[in-house]
């Protein structure tokens, strides 16, 4: 059972305009949310993340979005670059005393100059 | 000056060997961990260590034994692979604060293909 979710395989934006990536998780438990974001044959690299006390972190270009009641996140990215195209991924941990990420399937994002 | 290596980058074996995968950071962390990509691309945790002892072991054949002589290194070793064992095995590692979170870095992936 998928307890985090990126039901979009691929997301085509063009250059300049906004990218939202979504993310819905199923845990109630889940207290902290991540985005990492991996180019091909590399590992993901960190992103952005949020905690379940807030709706939204920002960092430059990248905002992360936090609905607890639907339990659903959002990354938007603006404006989109072309060295922004890569594979993003989902993640979520509880504060169950460990560390274990759980991620989602990823969205490939591409950003079309 | 890479954060979190590991190595081989590639593996290509027969079935039934033995291989290892070793993980190396320099950060100063003091947990690591190993991540499977199997073919349809999620990305699933396998073992956690913190300070050298095992705390998280997610339901993985006792055929993959992981191994920290020390903070700076997790080993993964697997016994007699399976084709199944075919996948991106990723390392990571973080720095656990009391009541807080940490980011977790990643290494480049290890890719294994079991023939």
């Known amino acids: 059972d998928q307890q985090v979710k990126q039901n979009s395989p691929s997301l085509s934006v063009q250059e300049g305009r906004i990218s939202i990536l979504n993310c819905d998780y199923t845990?109630?438990?889940?207290?902290?949310f991540l985005w990492y974001k991996k180019y091909p044959a590399e590992g993901p690299t960190f992103l952005i993340s949020i905690s379940s006390i807030k709706d939204k972190n920002e960092d430059g270009r990248f905002t992360v979005f936090l609905n607890k009641s639907a339990k659903h996140l959002s990354l938007h990215i603006v404006p989109s670059q072309p060295g922004d195209s890569a594979v993003y991924f989902c993640a979520a941990s509880d504060q169950g005393g460990s560390e274990k990420l759980v991620f989602g399937k990823g969205t490939k994002l591409t950003v079309n100059p | 000056d890479t954060a979190v290596s590991q190595t081989p980058k590639y593996l290509v074996t027969q079935m039934g060997n033995d291989k290892s995968i070793k993980c190396e950071q320099n950060?100063?962390?003091?947990?690591m961990y190993w991540y499977k990509q199997d073919s349809k691309k999620f990305l699933k945790i396998m073992f956690s260590y913190n300070n050298k002892e095992l705390i998280i072991n997610e339901t993985v054949p006792n055929r993959f034994s992981p191994k920290s002589p020390d903070k700076a290194h997790l080993n993964l070793h697997i016994n007699s692979l399976e084709l199944g064992d075919s996948a991106v095995y990723f390392c990571?590692?973080?720095?656990?604060?009391?009541?807080?979170?940490?980011?977790?870095?990643f290494g480049p992936g290890t890719r294994l293909l079991v023939l």
């Open positions: 950060l100063g962390h003091d947990t």
């Open positions: 990571a590692s973080s720095h656990r604060l009391a009541g807080g979170r940490e980011t977790q870095y």
């Open positions: 845990n109630s438990m889940f207290d902290y």
